[in-house]
């Protein structure tokens, strides 16, 4: 993978495309070189602020205390948060000495290697084999990327084999349900959705709760529950949403058997709180980080990362773009060699 990247590291970055077409990639799914492309091209922005100020650094010279405290900084400001930044520069400090590093050149690759370690935990294949349907509730605020996510993750699970249902769940935009409704008829989904008057409001869980039924007739294997964006302050929508998910638990025991929070790359720190406070209302068990090809701050997965050693988050999938094929499984180390030249 490394070589790779290598060779294509010498052109130009808004040349790079990715290497299939998009009517094959219409059709069966992309090989890994691919998607490693993309994720290439999506990161761009954060190798070009986090990796250039990096490459800067690692110039060559004295590893010395001006240099760990320049990183630092370069680190804090690229959202990896303070307590991951910590914790790498430990780890960088230990490599250091164990290996009797002497010249920064070398810290490049001790640091990608530390990044990788500590992204490597959250690095969870979502199974969707256990149950069948295999019931998938997304949430997250307004505008993170939950209901295109969905109709890439549809696409993902399409291509390899897998039956798709989608619930149209965000019954608080009528735009939100016409998005998944023509996004369904064009990639051939059924989409379960609220009859009658757009405008009238439904109920959430009914939504979700005839889509499970649905599904569980019709032998689908994977649904997928989109929701409406809410805020966590909005403690009336927190509580509905968690009466969506025990709705969901009457149509099919055990079901959702996955919450995906879906966050966006670009709000920084606050993906944290986001994440706290949903996990509280709903027990979410994956992530899905979206825009990563938005942002000059890759470093947020780190942040994630750093702030859960303990029990560290399932990264399920990350976004790293607008189109259909451009959200893929995480892999912290084709990430962290995607983030640097
Ligand atoms: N660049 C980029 N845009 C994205 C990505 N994911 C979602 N978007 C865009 O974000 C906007 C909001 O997405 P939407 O799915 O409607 O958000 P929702 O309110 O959470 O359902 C849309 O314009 C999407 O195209 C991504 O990974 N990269
Ligand atoms: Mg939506």
Redesign the pocket.
């Known amino acids: 993978m490394f070589s790779f990247f290598k060779s294509k590291k010498d052109s130009a970055e808004s040349n790079e495309k990715p290497i299939t077409t998009e009517i094959e990639t219409e059709n069966k799914p992309e090989d890994s070189s691919s998607f490693a492309s993309r994720l290439k091209q999506g990161l761009a922005r954060t190798r070009q602020n986090l990796g250039k100020q990096l490459s800067g650094l690692f110039g060559g010279g004295k590893i010395d205390e001006e240099l760990y405290e320049e990183l630092e900084t370069i680190l804090l400001t690229a959202d990896v948060g303070v307590n991951a930044t910590q914790q790498l520069l430990e780890n960088l400090r230990k490599q250091v000495k164990r290996d009797a590093l002497t010249d920064s050149t070398q810290l490049k690759q001790a640091l990608m290697e530390a990044l990788i370690s500590m992204l490597q935990p959250l690095e969870k294949t979502l199974d969707t084999t256990a149950h069948k349907p295999f019931v998938i509730m997304i949430a ?1 605020v ?8 969905i109709g890439k993750l549809a696409k993902f699970f399409q291509l390899q084999g897998k039956s798709v249902l989608l619930a149209a769940g ?1 019954t608080f935009r009528a735009a ?1 349900r016409e ?1 998944l409704m023509v996004w369904g008829e064009r990639n051939n989904i059924t989409v379960i959705a609220p009859d009658g008057d757009a405008d009238k409001k439904s109920d959430p869980a009914a939504v979700i709760f005839d889509a499970v039924n649905s599904a569980q007739a019709r032998g689908i294997d994977i649904v997928l529950a989109d929701t409406a ?1 809410r805020l966590t302050t909005q403690l009336h929508l927190m509580e509905e949403i968690k009466k969506v998910k025990r709705v969901i638990g009457k149509a099919m025991p055990d079901a959702p058997h996955e919450v995906l929070l ?1 966050l966006d790359a670009n709000t920084g720190q606050n993906a944290i709180t986001q994440m706290k406070a949903f996990d509280e209302a709903l027990g979410v068990t994956g992530l899905i980080l ?5 942002t000059a701050k890759g470093g947020i997965v780190v942040a994630i990362a750093g702030q859960y050693t303990e029990n560290p988050p399932a990264l399920r999938f990350i ?4 189109g259909l094929h ?2 893929r499984p995480f892999n912290a180390r084709d990430f962290v060699e995607a983030m640097f030249d």
């Open positions: 997250g307004n505008g993170v990327g939950k209901t295109t996510s965000d939100a998005q964006g879906v979206t825009k990563l090809d938005g976004g790293v773009g607008e451009d959200l």
